[in-house]
């Protein structure tokens, strides 16, 4: 029982104080998971945020998910996906509840003004952190794949499934073995 709240109030935490969305809250995951908590190693978290990107749904629900799966099964994916969908739900409630008379307000306009850069680097962080270890040519493609689908309207479904072929090509091509 214990790992399993200690599962929740993690998650539950990242949800909490993870302003931006599900990409702001990935450096976050990233953190207490690989360093903070050690449940996981990294190149194992990004097989996670890479199948978690490739799932329908929101990247920071999937990933949490994913990561309460590997730690414990069903029981923790649900765990870990109560954690840090639980604050967003009572915070969307008080807004709700509220928000009429908030919308007008200046102060809480300049707070979200104030919060959007932060929103960007905590998007941008897990990005650079992602880079460790991959060639110049890796880097490169990523930056091309990524030009592609903002200018041209790519689904990125389609990059994704592609870059599968590909990667089952390559390894094809190098002569190892593809494990099914």
Do not use: C
Not at 129 to 149: D, E, P, Q, V
Not at 150 to 172: D, E, K, M, N
């Amino acid at each position: 029982m214990r790992r399993y709240w200690e599962l929740f109030t993690s998650f539950f935490k990242i949800g909490l104080f993870t302003f931006g969305g599900g990409y702001a809250m990935i450096a976050i995951i990233q953190r207490e998971v690989i360093t903070h908590r050690k449940w996981i190693q990294e190149q194992e978290f990004l097989d996670l945020l890479t199948l978690a990107q490739s799932a329908p749904g929101p990247i920071s629900l999937n990933t949490a998910v994913f990561v309460g799966y590997k730690m414990y099964g069903y029981r923790g994916a649900l765990t870990s996906l109560i954690g840090v969908a639980m604050p967003s739900f009572v915070i969307m409630l008080l807004i709700a509840a509220f928000f009429t008379q908030i919308r007008h307000n200046p102060i809480m306009d300049a707070a979200f003004k104030g919060i959007r850069p932060v929103v960007v680097a905590l998007m941008f962080a897990p990005i650079i952190g992602f880079t460790k270890g991959m060639r110049g040519y890796t880097i490169a493609i990523a930056a091309a794949i990524s030009l592609i689908i903002w200018h041209v309207g790519i689904s990125p479904v389609y990059i994704l499934f592609a870059g599968g072929i590909v990667g089952v090509l390559l390894a094809a091509l190098r002569g190892k073995e593809v494990k099914r």
